[in-house]
């Protein structure tokens, strides 16, 4: 780095991560999905933080790909994919996190809850306003795919809906016992006074990332080998 230089923001890192998945062309939905997971897990689960990073992952997914238009297409297919499945994940971790604070959710300020309960109820749409943002912002061929893409999930539902809606169900009803995260993925959200929910859910996040690295290479999804 010479003196000039500037280390990159977050999000320049994800959109370069992004760029280089594409171009290499190799499993680009799951490297997608862990590109997201891992920069959520360094930030709070929250509205801004997902929305930067889809930012960032269209951004570097587009301009990376290929000029022919079916490449383009699978290439877009992959990336949404991988960030639906991501903030899947993003949702399952907030799930979690009630799960882990059980009966100490009074210790939460209602400001909190209320803040992590609308985060939740928005991440489906957030995840489809900003596809059609991008589809309305030019490229008429990238905005016919992504229109595409947004009009299907619309009727068909998402992975992220119905994660959130799981999650909605634990931060207003019962506490499930089950699934709890490990405390050391907890703990790495609590580096100084009382973690909030969104931040136990980054914390979370971190460890599935970690547990989704270690996935057998027979787990990758159906019909994408080597070559993408």
């Given at each position: 780095?010479?003196?000039?230089?500037?280390?990159?923001?977050?999000?320049?890192?994800?959109?370069?991560k992004v760029?280089?998945?594409?171009?290499?062309?190799e499993?680009?939905?799951?490297?997608?999905r862990?590109?997201?997971?891992?920069?959520?897990?360094?930030?709070?689960?929250?509205?801004?933080?997902?929305?930067?990073?889809?930012?960032?992952?269209?951004?570097?997914?587009?301009?990376?790909?290929?000029?022919?238009?079916k490449?383009?297409?699978?290439?877009?297919?992959?990336?949404?994919?991988?960030?639906?499945?991501?903030?899947?994940?993003?949702?399952e971790?907030?799930?979690?996190?009630?799960?882990?604070?059980?009966?100490?959710?009074?210790?939460?300020a209602?400001?909190?809850?209320?803040?992590?309960?609308?985060?939740?109820k928005d991440l489906e749409?957030?995840?489809?306003?900003?596809?059609?943002d991008?589809?309305?912002s030019?490229?008429?061929?990238?905005?016919?795919?992504?229109?595409?893409?947004?009009?299907?999930?619309?009727?068909?539902?998402?992975?992220?809906?119905?994660?959130?809606?799981?999650?909605?169900?634990?931060?207003?009803?019962p506490?499930?016992?089950?699934?709890?995260?490990?405390?050391?993925?907890v703990?790495?959200?609590?580096?100084?006074?009382?973690?909030?929910?969104?931040?136990i859910?980054?914390?979370i996040l971190?460890?599935i990332?970690?547990?989704?690295?270690a996935?057998?290479?027979e787990?990758r999804?159906?019909?994408e080998?080597?070559?993408?």
């Amino acid at each position: 780095m010479t003196p000039n230089d500037q280390p990159l923001s977050q999000e320049d890192e994800t959109k370069a991560k992004v760029a280089e998945a594409v171009g290499r062309n190799e499993n680009i939905r799951r490297q997608v999905r862990d590109i997201v997971i891992e920069a959520l897990a360094k930030k709070s689960v929250d509205r801004d933080s997902v929305k930067n990073t889809m930012d960032a992952v269209l951004e570097g997914a587009i301009d990376a790909a290929p000029e022919d238009q079916k490449e383009l297409a699978e290439v877009l297919k992959k990336t949404v994919d991988g960030m639906e499945e991501a903030l899947a994940k993003a949702a399952e971790a907030s799930k979690l996190a009630v799960e882990e604070s059980g009966g100490r959710l009074d210790s939460f300020a209602e400001q909190d809850l209320k803040a992590a309960a609308e985060d939740l109820k928005d991440l489906e749409a957030l995840f489809l306003q900003t596809l059609k943002d991008l589809a309305d912002s030019g490229h008429a061929t990238v905005g016919t795919l992504l229109r595409d893409a947004v009009n299907h999930a619309e009727r068909t539902g998402t992975d992220i809906g119905r994660a959130v809606q799981e999650a909605l169900e634990a931060l207003h009803g019962p506490l499930s016992r089950a699934a709890r995260p490990h405390l050391a993925d907890v703990e790495r959200a609590g580096k100084a006074g009382t973690a909030s929910l969104a931040s136990i859910a980054s914390g979370i996040l971190a460890g599935i990332a970690e547990s989704l690295k270690a996935e057998p290479e027979e787990n990758r999804e159906p019909g994408e080998n080597k070559d993408g």
